[in-house]
């Protein structure tokens, strides 16, 4: 099941400046989109989503953008926290009709260097 | 800020013993889920539950998996006989409705020997 693909394992940015995230999908029928934060030893946490119906959403520091075309989004961290250290997942959800359930990507690990 | 819970964090069990995980989705949502992660693997979809029945699952929940909402508080995840391959960390969410964010708890990690 490969529906739901992050490339880059991980990543490592300078505190202070932007963190791009990426995350691919295959499957047209997705409506909707997530992202979830994880440390060691906890459950992934919600940080944003976004709508099919949108190509941007904003919050705070946090941006996802949606090219529903390329069947691509990222997250935007700017600027970035040593704090935003975490292990990153894209979620999508909508693959059949009335299906609620999440696909989830292998997650990408962001390190932020003071 | 209402959490989901889960106990116990970490259960350590012989191949073919049964095992129930607990969960405590926070108190004004409506639909819940489990979730699994092998090592090294994705997150995946168990099951989803709403009004008291499974509302969606996948083929990992095959008849070795049950869910229950034995009260009004409690969602809980049994596997019947345990396999080695069952080893995983298991995750419990819940959203308000349908269209919600699933919240997650911290996860059960489940360690079948």
């Known amino acids: 099941d490969q529906q739901v693909k992050q490339n880059s394992p991980s990543l490592s940015v300078q505190e202070g400046r932007i963190s791009i995230l990426n995350c691919d999908y295959t499957?047209?029928?997705?409506?909707?989109f997530l992202w979830y934060k994880k440390y060691p030893a906890e459950g992934p946490t919600f940080l944003i989503s976004?709508?099919?119906?949108?190509d941007k959403n904003e919050d705070g520091r946090f941006t996802v953008f949606l090219n529903k075309s390329a069947k691509h989004l990222s997250l935007h961290i700017v600027p970035s926290q040593p704090g935003d250290s975490a292990v990153y997942f894209c979620?999508?959800?909508?693959?059949?009709?009335?299906?609620?359930?999440?696909?989830f990507g292998t997650g990408t690990r962001l390190t932020v260097i003071p | 800020e209402p959490e989901v819970t889960q106990t116990p964090s970490h259960q350590v069990t012989q191949m073919g013993q049964e095992v129930i995980l607990r969960c405590v989705p926070i108190?004004?949502?409506?639909?819940f889920y489990w979730y699994r992660q092998i090592l090294g693997q994705k997150v995946e979809f168990l099951v989803s539950?709403?009004?008291?029945?499974?509302?969606?699952k996948s083929e990992i929940f095959d008849d070795q998996f049950s869910v229950e909402r034995p009260d009004g508080s409690n969602f809980t995840l049994k596997i019947r006989s345990t396999k080695l391959e069952d080893s995983a960390m298991y995750f419990c969410?819940?959203?308000?409705?349908?269209?919600?964010?699933?919240?997650f708890g911290p996860g059960t990690r489940l360690t079948v020997l």
């Open positions: 969410a819940s959203s308000e409705g349908r269209d919600n964010e699933q919240f």
């Open positions: 499957n047209s029928m997705f409506d909707y």
């Open positions: 976004i709508s099919s119906i949108k």
């Open positions: 979620a999508a959800k909508g693959g059949k009709a009335g299906a609620n359930n999440l696909f």
């Open positions: 108190s004004n949502h409506l639909y």
């Open positions: 539950f709403y009004n008291n029945e499974i509302s969606e």
